[in-house]
């Protein structure tokens, strides 16, 4: 029988590895069982919070090992494919994801095959070809295709103590939240908008445009979830989680509202009219995430947000207005911010009142319009040793974040602000918002 297993690599540089969970892993093997049934064994090789040094003696013989690359992962992923090769030589490694479909060249150098674009078809073509020993280097999926077609994520692959978890729907201001069994899910693919930071535009040119699962596959995999797993509450990952469209938006939300389900979400600002904020309550959203990134019109404009500051103000009021918590997402070190957005930011926040902001400092990853152009916001010296552009505030005390760019000093904008400047203004508001009890929760 020919054994197949996807590495999830140890993500040892998040603060809970276990917070998310591995979705591209479940939908690519739920694929292989039902397309090759008995023909394989299907194995998820999770390697979340092991040490990387002994990650080998966690990783049994495989005929065919899996990757998904993310850019953060990549020098992991690589050294656990050569020390791979040396203990099983004969295995074959092929690889998909963010990372390997922005450098395929590069990716080719250490994996046998890459899957471009949506794997579902192209992996089984794959698995065929290696069967006939005729493996390519390449499948690339040109088609969109259609998400419906495909039974929901299964979750047998990892222990249930992996998927039903608590601590995924802690309140602010209500009691109980945390200790709901919940997990992650994603029924969407894609995003239809172009945020110069965001990597996903390079990676989407393979599908375009943002697709939903129909209302009854919805109803369908939280059901399974709370039947098999004892399921509370669940974490929607999907990077627009109301859909375009009132029509469209009803459907959905009153699908996830008929399991009787808890449920947090993210979404755009301009995603939500006030008909949707009340349906988002009638249908048991308790947390609304919102990609605000910035106070300053000029920053939203340069990174082609696409939305504006009077916007962010009115979803975030609406939605606490409706008794669902609000957590915004912001980003400091931004093009076109001027020296005083600690002031602006901090104004911003005090106005909305949102329970929760989750500040990041800006990096520049492959795959973005930032790195493929930086000069045309004004950015120069782009650090591309990827383990440097992650931070995670909080983490570590004493943790004082770096950047990996620096601004001209005569940027397109105006003054550039050195970069002992912009961390100085992350640092200053993230003690403001520790201070204020607004570090996310
Ligand atoms: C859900 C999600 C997560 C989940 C699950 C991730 C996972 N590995 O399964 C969690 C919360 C764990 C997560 C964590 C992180 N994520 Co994330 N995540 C997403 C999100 C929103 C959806 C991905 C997803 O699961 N889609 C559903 C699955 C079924 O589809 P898919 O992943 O696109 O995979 C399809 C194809 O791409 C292809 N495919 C992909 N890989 C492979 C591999 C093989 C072998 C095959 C055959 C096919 C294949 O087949 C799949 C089916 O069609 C994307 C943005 C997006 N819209 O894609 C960001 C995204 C992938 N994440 C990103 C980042 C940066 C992270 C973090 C580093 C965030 C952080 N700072 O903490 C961590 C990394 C942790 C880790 N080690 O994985 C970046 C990646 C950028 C990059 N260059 O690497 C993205 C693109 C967001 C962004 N806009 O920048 N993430």
């Known amino acids: 029988m020919l054994r197949i297993g996807f590495v999830f690599p ?8 276990f917070k998310g969970d591995p979705h591209t892993h479940f939908q690519i093997l739920t694929v292989l069982e039902n397309h090759f049934g008995n023909e394989v064994e299907l194995l998820l090789i999770d390697l979340r919070g092991i040490k990387k040094d ?10 065919i090992y899996l990757h998904s690359v993310y850019t953060l992962d990549w020098e992991e992923q690589i050294s656990i494919v050569k020390n791979l090769r040396d ?14 479909t922005v450098f395929q060249k590069e990716s080719l150098e250490h994996f046998d095959s890459l899957i471009i674009g949506a794997g579902e078809e192209k992996i089984k073509d794959a698995i065929e070809d290696y069967k006939k020993k005729s493996l390519k280097k390449i499948y ?13 994520p299964s979750r047998k692959f990892l222990p249930k103590s992996t998927t039903a978890r608590k601590g995924l729907l802690t309140l602010k201001h209500k009691k109980g939240y945390d200790q709901m069994l919940g997990t992650t899910v994603i029924f969407s693919r894609g995003c239809p908008y172009d945020c110069y930071f965001c990597a996903m535009p390079q990676v989407k040119q393979y599908c375009p445009g943002v697709r939903y699962r129909k209302p009854e596959l919805i109803e369908q995999e939280i059901e399974y979830l709370k039947r098999e797993y004892g399921l509370q509450g669940i974490s929607l990952l999907d990077e ?7 029509e469209a938006a009803v459907k959905h939300l009153e699908a996830i509202g008929r399991t009787g389900i808890v449920w947090r979400g993210q979404c755009r600002v301009d995603g939500i009219t006030p008909e949707t904020a009340k349906l988002l309550k009638d249908t048991g959203c308790v947390t609304m ?3 605000v990134e910035s106070a300053w019109q000029q920053s939203l404009d340069i990174i082609n947000k696409k939305i504006n500051i009077a916007k962010a103000k009115e979803t975030i009021k609406l939605l606490e207005k409706n008794g669902i918590e609000c957590r915004v997402y912001m980003i400091i070190g931004l093009p076109g911010e001027p020296e005083n957005i600690v002031d602006i930011t901090w104004d911003f926040i005090r106005e909305t009142k949102p329970a929760s902001v989750y500040l990041s400092i800006l990096t520049v990853r492959p795959g973005t319009q930032l790195f493929n152009n930086p000069t045309k916001f004004g950015m120069k010296n782009i650090n591309t040793d990827w383990s ?3 931070h995670m505030y909080g983490r570590y005390k004493e943790e004082i974040p770096s950047l990996t760019f620096e601004y001209e000093d005569a940027a397109p904008w105006g003054k550039g602000l050195k970069n002992e400047q912009i961390v100085k203004n992350y640092l200053e508001l993230q003690s403001r918002l520790h201070k204020a009890g607004l570090s996310h929760i």
Not at 55 to 61: D, N, R, S, V
Not at 140 to 151: A, F, L, Q, R, T
């Open 140 to 152: 690339e999926e040109k088609s969109v295709m259609d998400i419906n077609k495909y039974p929901f």
């Open 87 to 100: 203990s099983y030589p004969k295995a074959k490694h092929i690889a998909g994801g963010p990372h390997a």
């Open 289 to 291: 995430c919102l990609g």
């Open 54 to 63: 002994f990650a080998i003696y966690h990783i049994p013989e495989c005929d």
């Open 388 to 390: 440097k552009t992650m």
């Open 240 to 246: 627009i989680g109301v859909p375009p469209g009132h």
């Open 10 to 17: 140890s993500s040892e540089y998040l603060f809970d590895p």
